[in-house]
């Protein structure tokens, strides 16, 4: 079983900026696809972003790309997500996942481990 811990949330304005973290449990988390989804208020879970075993290789939502960055540090067994130029539609709860792959995947059913979440609230 692996253990994924997200932090980093928080109350932000529009244009403002937040990085989100996720720890594994996971021994052979240098080995593993992540990736980041969010729901917001009413809405069905979506994905973010999603990045590779190695951090070689990432993958952004549309309504994210050039504003979120995707990255990990295997050695902390850590997963990032940057966000900068935040808007209110960006107001939800984020969530790690991983795979038991280590490719990435844009589908929340490629994902077999999830975090409890952290909010993110960006304020207009």
């Known amino acids: 079983q692996v253990t994924l811990v997200e932090s980093g949330g928080g109350l932000v304005q529009s244009g403002g900026s937040l990085t989100l973290s996720c720890i594994s449990s996971?021994?052979?988390?240098?080995?593993?696809?992540m990736g980041w989804f969010r729901q917001g208020p009413g809405k069905e879970r979506e994905f973010v972003a999603a990045i590779t075993y190695s951090g070689g290789s990432a993958s952004y939502a549309e309504s994210v790309e050039g504003r979120f960055t995707i990255s990990r540090n295997n050695a902390k067994n850590s997963l990032y997500l940057q966000m900068n130029s935040l808007k209110p539609e960006d107001t939800a709860v984020y969530y790690c996942?991983?795979?038991?792959?280590?490719?990435?995947?844009?589908?929340?059913?490629?994902?077999?481990?999830w975090g409890q979440g952290t909010q993110v609230t960006v304020s207009s």
């Open positions: 996942a991983a795979r038991t792959h280590s490719t990435s995947s844009i589908h929340a059913s490629g994902y077999a481990y």
């Open positions: 996971d021994r052979s988390f240098y080995n593993v696809g």
